[in-house]
């Protein structure tokens, strides 16, 4: 038996990695206020790592959108496989060519082209979802920040959040 609403336990667990920074800034805090000497010294470290926690915590909240969307999604060594009831396939990390989401499909998906392939469509609330954000982050010049307010914002068709190659002038901005 659980003393925990089951809403509220999604809600922590969607923001775990943000309280569990802030409560390690708050032990590294309280190191340097308090009795001072060496603990002191090792409290600025231990509150530079719970600040840092928090702010990756905040990025990876904002891009976990839910669960119990359609499919699933599994990420092993760089292989991104997606395997739903229409659809599926599987893409490796670095033959991904273009990111696109797209709102137009319901739910939204991730869209990921890659050469001489179909793309692979993901919904943003597949299970295990969440393990796209790492892989997303490593994709070279890929803007976070970006991609995070274009998935919480409300775009009315599909954006492209990172290509490979541009397919546009350089003179010319994605957004």
């Given at each position: 038996?659980?003393?925990?609403?089951?809403?509220?336990?999604?809600?922590?667990?969607?923001?775990r990695e943000v309280l569990a920074g802030i409560a390690i800034a708050l032990v590294g805090l309280s190191w340097i206020t308090g009795p001072g000497g060496l603990l002191g010294w090792v409290g600025w470290p231990t509150l530079l790592a719970g600040t840092g926690l928090t702010v990756v915590g905040l990025q990876r909240a904002r891009f976990r959108t839910g669960s119990g969307g359609p499919g699933v999604v599994t990420?092993?060594?760089?292989?991104?496989?997606?395997?739903?009831?229409?659809?599926?396939?599987?893409?490796?990390?670095?033959?991904?060519?273009?990111?696109?989401?797209?709102?137009?499909l319901m739910p939204a998906h991730w869209v990921l082209e890659r050469p001489g392939q179909p793309p692979l469509l993901i919904p943003v609330n597949a299970e295990g979802a969440e393990a796209l954000f790492d892989v997303f982050a490593s994709l070279p010049g890929l803007r976070?920040?970006?991609m995070l307010a274009e998935l919480n914002g409300a775009p009315r068709h599909a954006v492209v959040i990172w290509e490979r190659t541009p397919s546009r002038p350089p003179t010319q901005w994605l957004h």
């Open positions: 038996m659980s003393f925990i609403r089951p809403e509220a336990r999604a809600a922590l667990w969607r923001w990420l092993d060594e760089g292989e991104i496989t997606y395997m739903g009831p229409l659809t599926g396939g599987s893409v490796a990390a670095a033959d991904i060519e273009r990111l696109t989401l797209d709102p137009a976070t920040e970006r």
